[in-house]
């Protein structure tokens, strides 16, 4: 018998990126198989949850933009730039089954694991890129997800006035940002405030350790 599996923590494999560095597959009974990045998960059961906190709040919403209609019936299809194992995909699928996914991620690495490890949804089309130059031509979308990160950190140039711009050419874009009260609270106001530029409404959403920007014009 394998006793490692009775464990709280197994390390199921260890891989190298040129990308992300090393990228850690662990499974515990908390918080299932996940893969660690930089001390950080990047992709499991507990971004799962974020992401479905999240589209389920946006779900069971009214979407203002819209003269109020319901979110439900406007997401036909979907971009998930910074796709990594993809934890969302099983949410947003459950929220709207019939919506077209293409996910984006410069990683290779990461994907394969997440279809090794997490089932990623085979119905995705997978796009391996830098999703700064994907949305230089990526428009017309009905949900743009945004969960773009280099091991702890949200690259600058996701931040800058080009891609924002990108972004706003479709019709709701959430945007994933982890932050804590205590090191970087003024995020939300800066944050905020540079996505006002582009986006008629910038709401926020928080669930667990992150906060969501919701942008619609």
Request: charged residues 25%; hydrophobic residues 40%; glycine residues 8%.
């Amino acid at each position: 018998m394998d006793w490692n599996f009775w464990r709280p923590n197994k390390i199921l494999e260890t891989r190298t990126s040129k990308f992300n560095g090393k990228i850690t597959v662990r499974k515990s009974w908390g918080l299932g198989t996940y893969l660690e990045v930089g001390g950080l998960t990047q992709s499991g059961w507990i971004l799962e949850k974020i992401w479905s906190q999240t589209l389920r709040h946006l779900h069971n919403s009214k979407f203002s933009a819209r003269g109020g209609s319901a979110l439900g019936g406007i997401i036909h299809n979907s971009l998930i730039l910074g796709l990594g194992g993809g934890s969302v995909i099983k949410p947003l699928k459950k929220y709207w089954p019939k919506a077209k996914i293409t996910g984006v991620d410069i990683d290779p690495v990461m994907v394969k694991l997440g279809q090794k490890y997490l089932n990623l949804d085979k119905s995705v089309q997978i796009v391996i890129s830098d999703a700064f130059s994907y949305m230089r031509h990526a428009t017309g979308y009905d949900l743009v997800i945004v969960d773009l990160y280099h091991g702890k950190d949200f690259p600058q140039k996701f931040e800058s006035d080009k891609f924002l711009k990108k972004l706003s050419k479709n019709k709701l874009v959430i945007i994933n940002r982890a932050w804590n009260k205590r090191d970087n609270g003024l995020l939300i106001v800066d944050f905020r405030e540079k996505l006002q530029k582009y986006f008629r409404d910038v709401d926020l959403f928080y669930p667990v350790a992150n906060v969501m920007f919701v942008c619609s014009n």
